[in-house]
């Protein structure tokens, strides 16, 4: 029962709570808006936080499951529960959406109520992506979360190009995702059900589990994304407000991968190996190509939105390396691509919020004048080349070494992305922070303020406490990710 205490439920109901109680309240009202925003997002971190510590991590079992029975003459339930795939990634949507709200505290002044309702609904929307334990309800939130997200790019988009960008992000992740809802079709008229958890049982022949994965492929290798299917992530990146960009490279960019060990992996072990040589090409050439390509770009955006393409690649080669080591570390990779990436965009936004340009060109010398905000960037720009003691260094250790266990080759070109990625990170705070200040250009110069220092803090804790104590969270995604490789033996 919901009157049950079941964090699971509260966590996912209290930002749609929120959403509807700011729909009543008068859109003149601005400060009252973002508070009421700001105090059921801040509701439902704490509610999280609750699932975090009652979860059993002793078990791969589906933790605080509640089930509706919605159509139980096509045995379609709604369904919710978590594991350790989903655990921290819930944690990590409820935690941005705190960022994001208070990021656009002063930087968006316009139909606010809206913009605020819209990061709710998606906040809800996703929480529900991690848990539902039905592909046909899974598929409907990952859908929806497309909705809000539109929006938020369209409407509250920085540039000329806002409409475009907010189009393509649409209809790139919609036309995949059909390909994946006809797969699910599939899959429901031969087992006659769709909760998970069923379906993890059923052995379905070698030639449809070869169609059906590449069915959802094309919708999570959109998502996450893998190249050639990039196309609409750097557009989408630099046309979106700052929280935009936060919540899109935070969250978003996970449920590609998160789709592949809830879906793919358990359900389709046989196509899972097949189509691995295809992935490790796929992620190989995201690595490289996308690190070189960030090396070429002059709008800061763009060049944060590459090198996720180019992390991301790491995380789908750590998937598919099809051992317990190369799946905990994709876990950790993407948990800690959820907090680096967004500071970096969040230290951009800061950037651009005084100085109304992203072009590179135009930045030089700015520890002369920002030196906290050079502090801040330098410790980023570490963590995002994965600097020891950061939590991508962990991430892309744990990854090495899942995949040398499969192939040394594979192993040796994937190392070159952290070379590259050195390489673009260094560079890229060289000539923001180093050389001549650019006084030509800007008459007015001011460090960050208390509100965005307290914003950028908590980042900075969660990034040392990943790579200084990993076992805090390696301990919860073991024995689900061990529930994963077990279908391969």
Request: charged fraction near 10%; proline fraction near 3%.
């Amino acid at each position: 029962m919901i009157i049950e205490f079941n964090p699971l439920i509260w966590t996912s109901l209290t930002p749609l709570i929120g959403a509807f109680i700011l729909y009543f309240i008068p859109a003149v009202k601005i400060s009252s808006c973002r508070l009421i925003a700001l105090g059921f997002s801040s509701i439902t971190l704490i509610f999280s936080l609750f699932i975090w510590i009652r979860f059993d991590s002793t078990t791969s079992l589906f933790q605080f499951v509640y089930t509706i029975n919605w159509l139980q003459g096509l045995n379609i339930y709604y369904s919710i529960g978590t594991d350790g795939i989903s655990l921290f990634f819930i944690l990590l949507t409820a935690f941005l959406t705190i960022i994001c709200i208070l990021i656009s505290w002063t930087s968006i002044n316009f139909l606010v109520k809206e913009y605020l309702i819209c990061f709710l609904i998606l906040e809800f929307f996703l929480i529900q992506v991690f848990s539902v334990l039905d592909l046909i309800f899974f598929y409907i939130f990952f859908e929806s979360v497309l909705i809000p997200m539109f929006l938020i790019v369209g409407i509250w988009g920085s540039r000329q190009r806002k409409i475009r960008a907010a189009f393509q992000l649409f209809l790139y992740t919609l036309i995949g995702s059909l390909l994946m809802l006809l797969g699910i079709l599939g899959v429901y008229f031969q087992t006659g059900t769709t909760d998970i958890q069923l379906l993890w049982q059923v052995k379905f022949s070698e030639f449809r589990q070869l169609v059906l994965w590449l069915a959802f492929f094309s919708s999570f290798a959109i998502k996450i994304p893998m190249i050639p299917f990039h196309i609409w992530l750097p557009e989408a990146h630099s046309e979106a407000p700052t929280a935009g960009s936060v919540i899109l490279a935070g969250v978003l960019l996970k449920i590609g991968g998160f789709g592949f060990l809830r879906f793919s992996l358990p359900m389709f072990p046989f196509a899972s190996v097949f189509f691995s040589p295809l992935i490790f090409v796929l992620s190989l050439i995201a690595v490289i190509y996308a690190s070189l390509t960030t090396l070429r770009q002059i709008d800061l955006k763009k060049i944060i939105a590459y090198s996720s393409v180019s992390h991301m690649g790491f995380v789908t080669i750590g998937i598919f390396s099809l051992t317990l080591q190369g799946i905990e570390g994709s876990l950790i990779l993407m948990l800690s691509h959820g907090l680096v990436s967004s500071a970096l965009f969040l230290c951009i936004g800061i950037l651009y919020d005084r100085h109304k340009t992203r072009i590179i060109k135009y930045y030089n010398g700015l520890i002369q004048v920002m030196p906290l905000f050079g502090i801040f960037f330098l410790f980023f720009s570490f963590a995002n080349l994965g600097f020891p003691g950061t939590s991508s260094f962990i991430g892309e250790f744990l990854v090495l070494l899942g995949i040398f266990k499969s192939s040394v080759f594979t192993t040796i070109l994937a190392s070159l992305g952290m070379i590259f990625g050195a390489a673009y990170s260094i560079w890229l705070f060289n000539r923001i922070i180093f050389g001549v200040l650019k006084n030509q250009y800007f008459l007015f110069f001011q460090d960050i303020s208390r509100r965005e220092f307290w914003i950028l803090t908590p980042l900075v804790f969660l990034i040392i406490w990943i790579g200084l104590y990993p076992n805090s969270f390696l301990n919860e995604i073991h024995f689900s990710a061990l529930n994963i490789i077990k279908q391969f033996f």
